[in-house]
């Protein structure tokens, strides 16, 4: 299920994991580390803080836009016997928090069990090499452990990505494993049989408040975890800011000359806040106008304007993006924004919003 | 400080008399900081000041013993002000752990001469501030936030509260104060930094450095001790060093005197943790007094038990389930923050957050409120709500008997008195429509807003839309307890008038988000002839109506709103302009809402009454919206019911005898065609009192039939086109569903073509 990083070499990913990406700074704040850490723990508290948050003066970079009692309240949680919930709208960077935090704690984030309607125990728990089973019967050699054997007995965080996705019996199979900490493995006979999870274990869950959302959970699940919600970024500048930075390098990856246009980009990180809805409730696109989804959008305008033009993104890129994004399959959502590009659009000053709202129709029906 | 008065050390040795006179001691503090309190009483007590001059109006010099008599805090000096161009009221608002406080109970009790030394609250260079009902201990706050928040950002915390808290108020048991005042002195000329001190600073500063002078001249080589927000600090430091201070004059400075023709006062009242709180009012002051006080009682760690005790308790009492496994929880997780803070104690912040984390199983819609500054708004987790209210406390002040009375108390006794209500017993019935009783009514208004007894009203309109004219009100004798609410309301306003607008100024401020809310505090301003607050709170309604997400109080507000713009005659706001916009935005945004909605089986009630509103407004002010005739039909079409749908109950008077008129909601009546269906003479739509009268049922909420008397009833053919109609049942917000056929036939109605024909 996971594939060992030192085989397939750094150069070759797409996107190495958190651990391989920031090997550098976990070595240093390891090396400069002396408060205490918890059992089985990589790092301490306060190095694993400074690893997320980012400490200028150590050199170390800031990782995750967001509270920082978010990620103190996280880190302590997984220090206690509580699992960590990570609950929040698509795209708010749950599943990196949950990745850093793992990379930080354990020093790797590869145990990770991606949830999905199809998810069954044999992915969570164990599942047998069948030819081995069938040659030699149930045997250490036959078992193959999935994530959560793997954390337990190496100590390790494991990452249980989309959770709420998974029906609700796979969800329980979690129950015992967290409050006793064990997985017994009946095929086995004796000690094998009874695998103790060893300091260093917890479980990192993430849910989407757009699937099934949390309420579905069972009650005894959810007393197991604590849960924390990541809001999306609040502060406009610290959004737009990300933005241009996640684009620009996306861009630079795409071959795309030259940067996106700051102007421009405030209109497009405007208009995703301004849907989003963050003040009023009710009216909220049924698609996720989240950071994420703005910094893909940004990046096909820019992939756009260049191929096509040779030029940087313009207003108009952004609204023949938007199409595709804010209205990927709701006709309100088409109507909301072609209302936002109509009514809102020239209210506002600058002339970036006036080359929007004149844009506007090249928003498709 | 309990202990502080019987643990007193023996005073210190004086200084060597070969040394220099010693300049002021200055002391900057935060206001309602517990450290400072406690670092105040400790200065005092080393230094034996000859004067103590604390940041306090001047003007209650002559009467700091009232403030001593033994109130129990927290109270505030209220101050008025009143002249032609302006009128200014300010709080300074004292607890048991505030500096300023502890400056003059300890001042006194090592026997030094304390002096308030800022100016008076009228001053315009305190009045001058932009919010209107100032708190004086709240300015530098705001001046801080930008220097605050780039040092957490450095220091990693999230705000200025919890930074202040990590930094003065739980520090190691054995900090020596000595350097917990170099380390405030340290950080208030960091936060200083860039912050511009404006006329009104400079001019305070000036005259509070002209006390500093004038009590090193009269302190000879006695210390003199200056306890002052930590914002005004460095300049008076600079200021009191100018050359020739020494020589300055003995007398103490002069206290402005308002200027002649001009009303103002200061006098005690007594104040509550809820008016202290930042969370609650909109004003920052510093927050969760509730909790300051257990810190300041009991200390750091009794102040954290205590909290989650509180918070427990009222979980608990809320019905909210809590486990002893969700305690352990809570407890394991802030003390494990407070230790990863670098904390020695738990420190609210920890507190809050470690109860955060383990109790709430919920995704949540907004951040927790104490990661920012503000008032909680609507939908906040209920467990956050309680915590919050935990963290505020519930103390309320009491004066000493022995206090003045503050003015509000004389000045409803003499209007009382004046429009001769002061001893009635028998009940007292008002004809809104007469100037000297619409008078009488807005005093009993204005007291039941205030909470006072005495009066109670049995009858009068419901609400804007509510044609009726007289107002009925009950005596009930209870001097004592009306003396003890005036007493307490005398904290809003010197005057009656100015109590009431503050009061439900401060209730505006707090309604948050709700709509619903808000309508029903328009309509009690309009009772209480508030002119000056129905704007504000017009504007404030205008700018929210545009951003409500559910169609039920919304369309409440918008039918009070129309109803008052339409009908509104005795309280003089009809076709106010602030309330078109209220009417215009409401309206816009129901129609923008009913777009939005869809696939719902049958019809959602209020839904369809706040079409229905939406509806009217766009017939009788069609020029306030921005929406069209066409859009709002797509609209009504959303919510699963068509415009014509919505069954109109009208009063027509023929010849001065009620007719009643069933018209589709889509559709106007002819008046004319109702004449000649009639054979009657003349034919005009009936005012509002005589539909009350026909019906029993004030306009908006007449239903088809089950009227308070019989009358002819016609119907227009155009209903029976539809399947179902939706007619009112009575009130303006509810209305039910019925066959026309069925509808005719209840109501006996005759069938006529009474409708506008088109083209």
């Known amino acids: 299920m996971t594939a060992t990083l030192e085989e397939t070499g750094e150069e070759a990913l797409q996107r190495p994991p958190a651990e391989v990406r920031h090997a550098d700074e976990l070595a240093a704040l390891r090396a400069a580390d002396d408060d205490p850490r918890p059992p089985g723990w990589q790092l301490s508290l306060r190095a694993a803080r400074r690893f997320i948050v980012g400490d200028e003066r150590a050199g170390v970079s800031r990782k995750f836009v967001g509270n920082v009692s978010l990620v103190e309240r996280a880190l302590v949680t997984l220090a206690t016997n509580r699992g960590l919930m990570l609950v929040g709208e698509p795209g708010t960077a749950k599943s990196l928090l949950s990745e850093l935090i793992a990379a930080a704690v354990s020093g790797s984030s590869a145990l990770t069990v991606q949830g999905g309607a199809a998810t069954t125990e044999d992915q969570i728990k164990y599942s047998w090499n069948y030819a081995l089973l069938v040659s030699e019967g149930p045997s250490a050699r036959s078992l193959v452990p999935a994530p959560m054997l793997r954390g337990m007995a190496e100590g390790r965080i494991v990452r249980f990505e989309e959770i709420t996705r998974c029906p609700l019996e796979v969800q329980d199979c979690l129950l015992s494993l967290l409050s006793d900490r064990v997985i017994t493995i009946p095929e086995l006979d004796g000690s094998q049989g009874l695998v103790f999870a060893r300091q260093g274990f917890n479980v990192i869950a993430t849910a989407n408040t757009r699937d099934r959302g949390v309420n579905e959970m069972s009650a005894a699940l959810k007393r197991r975890f604590n849960f924390e919600t990541v809001l999306p970024i609040a502060d406009f500048d610290t959004e737009l800011g990300l933005v241009e930075a996640e684009a620009a390098a996306l861009l630079r990856q795409s071959g795309v000359e030259p940067p996106p246009r700051r102007d421009v980009l405030e209109v497009l990180v405007g208009t995703f806040r301004e849907l989003r809805g963050t003040a009023a409730q009710g009216e909220r696109m049924s698609t996720v106008m989240s950071t994420a989804e703005a910094v893909s959008v940004a990046h096909a305008v820019g992939v756009r304007a260049w191929f096509l033009r040779g030029e940087p993104g313009s207003a108009a890129d952004v609204v023949a993006c938007l199409a595709g994004t804010a209205a990927k399959d709701s006709p309100e959502d088409l109507a909301r924004l072609r209302r936002f590009l109509a009514q809102e659009a020239p209210r506002r000053s600058g002339p970036q919003w006036q080359a929007l709202h004149e844009a506007r129709h090249l928003l498709a029906d | ?759």
């Open chain 2, 1 to 759: 400080m309990p202990a502080a008065a019987s643990q007193r050390p023996a005073a210190p040795a004086r200084p060597a008399p070969q040394d220099p006179p010693p300049p002021a001691v200055f002391l900057g503090v935060r206001h309602h900081s517990p450290a400072c309190a406690r670092l105040v009483a400790h200065v005092i007590r080393t230094l034996r000041p000859a004067f103590v001059l604390v940041e306090g109006p001047a003007d209650m010099n002559d009467r700091l013993d009232e403030l001593l008599l033994g109130h129990q805090l927290p109270v505030a000096v209220f101050s008025h002000y009143r002249d032609e161009q302006r009128v200014a009221t300010s709080w300074t608002p004292l607890c048991d752990y505030s500096p300023e406080w502890i400056a003059l109970r300890e001042g006194r009790a090592s026997g030094a001469e304390v002096r308030f030394v800022d100016l008076p609250a009228w001053h315009p260079a305190l009045a001058d501030r932009t919010d209107r009902c100032a708190n004086r201990y709240a300015d530098a706050e705001a001046r801080y936030a930008e220097a605050t928040r780039r040092l957490c950002e450095r220091l990693g915390v999230d705000s200025a509260d919890a930074l202040w808290d990590g930094l003065f108020e739980v520090t190691e048991p054995d900090t020596d104060p000595e350097e917990l005042r170099a380390r405030l002195d340290a950080y208030f000329d960091l936060v200083r930094g860039d912050a511009e001190a404006d006329a009104g600073d400079r001019a305070r500063e000036a005259y509070m450095a002209s006390w500093v002078r004038a009590a090193l001249a009269r302190a000879g080589d006695r210390p003199v001790l200056v306890v002052t927000g930590g914002f005004h600090q460095p300049a008076l430091r600079a200021l009191s060093a100018q050359p020739g201070a020494a020589a300055a004059p003995a007398d103490w400075p002069a206290v402005p005197e308002p200027p002649s023709g001009a009303l103002g006062g200061s006098f005690l009242v007594p104040y509550s943790f809820r008016q202290l709180d930042a969370f609650a009012g909109y004003q920052s002051g510093m927050p969760s007094p509730g909790y300051y006080q257990r810190l300041w009682e009991t200390g750091p760690t009794a102040a954290g038990q205590g909290l989650l005790r509180a918070v427990t308790e009222r979980l608990r009492a809320r019905g909210i389930p809590l486990s002893t496994a969700d305690l352990i929880a809570a407890r394991s997780l802030s003390e494990g923050l407070a230790r990863l803070r670098g904390h020695p104690y738990e420190t609210r912040v920890d507190v809050l957050d470690g109860l955060a984390g383990a109790l709430i199983s919920d995704d949540l819609d907004r951040p927790l409120p104490w990661t920012t500054r503000g008032v909680l708004g609507a939908g906040t987790h209920p467990v956050v709500v309680e915590m919050v209210a935990a963290c505020t406390g519930e103390a309320v002040g009491r004066l000493h008997p022995d206090t003045p009375l503050p003015p509000l108390v004389h000045d409803v006794a003499a209007h009382l008195a004046r429009l001769g209500l002061a001893d009635a017993t028998a009940p007292v019935t008002l004809d809104l429509t007469k100037d000297g009783d619409l008078a009488r009514s807005r005093t009993l208004h204005r007291l039941r807003v205030l909470g006072v007894p005495g009066f109670t009203r049995v009858s009068g309109p419901a609400d804007g839309a509510d044609p009726v004219f007289t107002e009925v009100w009950e005596p009930r004798p209870a001097a004592a307890a009306r003396e003890a609410a005036l007493i307490e309301a005398g904290a809003y306003g010197a005057r009656l008038d100015e109590a009431a607008a503050a009061l439900l100024g401060e209730r505006v401020r707090a309604a948050g988000p709700e709509v619903g809310t808000l309508a029903g505090l328009l309509f009690d301003t309009v009772l209480c002839g508030a002119g000056p607050l129905c704007s504000e709170l017009l504007e404030t309604l205008a700018a929210r109506v545009g951003r409500v997400g559910d169609l039920g109080p919304l369309g409440e507000a918008l039918a009070a709103a129309l109803g008052l713009w339409r009908h509104d005659r005795v309280f003089g706001v009809a076709r106010d302009r602030l309330l078109g916009a209220v009417v215009g935005g409401a309206a816009d945004r129901v129609f923008w809402l009913a777009e939005g909605l869809h696939g719902a089986p049958g019809a959602d009630l209020a839904a369809l009454r706040a079409l229905a509103s939406a509806r009217d407004a766009l017939r009788h002010a069609p020029d306030l919206l921005s929406t069209t005739p066409e859009t709002a039909a797509e609209a009504a079409a959303a919510i699963g019911c068509e415009l014509s749908q919505i069954c109109k109950s009208l009063i027509f008077a023929a010849d001065g005898v009620p007719v009643l008129v069933l018209m589709d909601g889509a559709s106007r009546v002819d008046v004319e065609r109702v004449r000649a269906e009639l054979g009657a003479g003349k034919v005009t739509r009936a005012d509002a009192a005589v539909v009350r009268e026909t019906t029993g049922y004030a306009i908006g909420g007449v239903p088809p039939f089950g009227h308070r008397t019989r009358t002819r009833v016609l119907a227009d053919r155009s209903l029976l086109a539809h399947d179902v109609v939706w007619a009112a049942a009575g009130t303006p917000y509810t209305v039910f569903p019925v066959e026309p056929k069925e509808l005719v036939a209840h109501a006996g109605a005759t069938l006529v073509d009474v409708r506008e024909q088109h083209g």
